[in-house]
């Protein structure tokens, strides 16, 4: 009898693959007032993100978390207003078109979505009476919604895919404080009982179908066509 595979031990859920979500700092989000100002109380590192967290205190007494931009300083003030400057938010329709912005709501009050991890984007690229244009970062242009909001400028902590990992001790932590797997063994160097590619076969394995159980439901799931592409 077969053991489960590890990708269908991790949905389980057990504590082995289970991110260390108690030590995440929490929710970032937009405060629900559109006309509202705030203060940078702090800016920490959050461990379950890659971007910088600024901690800001609004005049009403609440505090929310937002993602820091780049250039953003303690006890700068945050404005809701519609004033373009960096770390404001500010409805999409209200910004000019050119302007980078990250955070950007998928519908009005929804917070934060598109563009939150470190260095990455939008580029207000045209607007129209029902939609604003907006370039990601993965170069799709997507509309949305003019009374969307969306923060100013960029998220801090761009860079740090260019330092090189050097040792594999501190990608080890870095994987283990998201509750990734690492290091991850390839299928096909396995035994048969841990994985269907696991054997002295390194062959393709032939396609799965789309009713397979979950411990076989690898590989080429219900193709739509199978061999090699001709012409």
Not at 68 to 77: H, I, K, R, Y
Not at 97 to 123: D, M, Q
Not at 160 to 183: D, N, Q, S, T
Request: glycine share 14%; hydrophobic share 30%; net charge positive.
């Amino acid at each position: 009898m077969g053991k489960r595979i590890i990708a269908r031990a991790r949905g389980k859920g057990s504590p082995t693959y289970r991110a260390p979500s108690h030590r995440y700092l929490g929710r970032v989000q937009y405060h629900p007032s559109y006309e509202i100002s705030g203060k940078v109380v702090d800016i920490l590192h959050d461990p379950g993100r890659n971007a910088p967290v600024a901690v800001v205190k609004f005049d009403d007494g609440k505090t929310f978390l937002h993602i820091a931009a780049e250039g953003l300083m303690v006890n700068q003030l945050i404005r809701y207003d519609g004033e373009i400057g960096i770390g404001n938010v500010v409805p999409l329709e209200k910004i000019p078109v050119g302007t980078k912005v990250f955070g950007i709501e998928s519908f009005p009050g929804s917070g934060p979505k598109f563009c939150r991890s470190s260095g990455s984007f939008g580029i207000v690229m045209g607007k129209s009476e029902n939609s604003v244009s907006v370039q990601l970062s993965s170069g799709a242009i997507k509309e949305f919604d003019p009374k969307c909001r969306a923060t100013i400028g960029v998220p801090a902590g761009g860079g740090r895919k260019e330092k090189p990992w050097v040792k594999a001790g501190k990608k080890w932590h870095a994987m283990h404080a998201r509750g990734k797997l690492y290091p991850r063994t390839s299928a096909v160097c396995m035994n048969p009982v841990d994985h269907p590619f696991g054997g002295k076969s390194k062959s393709p394995r032939p396609p799965v179908s789309r009713n397979a159980p979950p411990g076989a439901k690898v590989g080429s799931i219900s193709p739509r066509r199978t061999g090699r592409k001709k012409g």
